[in-house]
Structures are given as C-alpha cells and as structure tokens.
C-alpha cells in the first residue's frame, strides 16, 4: 500500500514503453477485476450462526476481519485508479503538445 513515506510510483508514457492507451486499458480491467473482488467477498460476508458455537467474540472478530479485507481491496482499488489519472494526465499534456506542434507547423500561431 502507498503511504506518505512510500507514495506510489507511476509509469511514464514514452516512444520506448507501453502505450498510455495500453496501460489505462490493463488498469481499467484491473479496477473491474478488484470491484468483482470486492463483490464477491461482500457475498461471504461472515454470518452470526456460523460463529456462535466459538464463543461471543467470535462473530464480531470475524465481521471486523472481513471488513478489513474488503477495505484493503478498495484501497489497491483507489490506487488503481491513481495510477490510471496519472496516466491519462500524461497523455492529455503529449496530445496537447502534440496539437500545438501541428498548428506551430501548419502556421497557425505567431501571426503567421
């Protein structure tokens, strides 16, 4: 997980790596993967009648348990769609170069 002392680490869209349409597409099915995750383990939820026979703490241990693995999911979630942002933020400023390269060269800027 990223904390203040170790924030994520985003790629760098570049003529050499992956595309920045092929890493938002890999992370886009990430997000979906982990809020199919998220789903599923919501339909395992941990239910009183399979927990009494420990003992009284039993329950609410295991409710807490199971909600502190839900929360971590989201939490890859949240960083998923970091990442994503980050991303798509470098591909809107190279297209954004890009245009303004063309039109620089087509003329249209500087009272050409």
Known sequence: MATPDRPLT???VHLN????ASL???LEAAYVALGAAVDALCKCAPH????????PDAW???RDQHD?????VRQIQSEVTQIWEAVEAQVEERESFR???TRKAAGEEGGE
Do not use: F, H, L
Request: no cysteine.
């Open 10 to 12: 985003y790629p760098t």
């Open 48 to 55: 009183g009648r399979d927990y009494y026979v420990e003992g």
């Open 17 to 20: 790596g992956s595309s920045g």
């Open 60 to 62: 609410p241990r295991a």
């Open 68 to 72: 502190a693995r839900i929360e971590r």
């Open 24 to 26: 938002k597409a890999d």
């Open 99 to 101: 245009r303004a390269w």
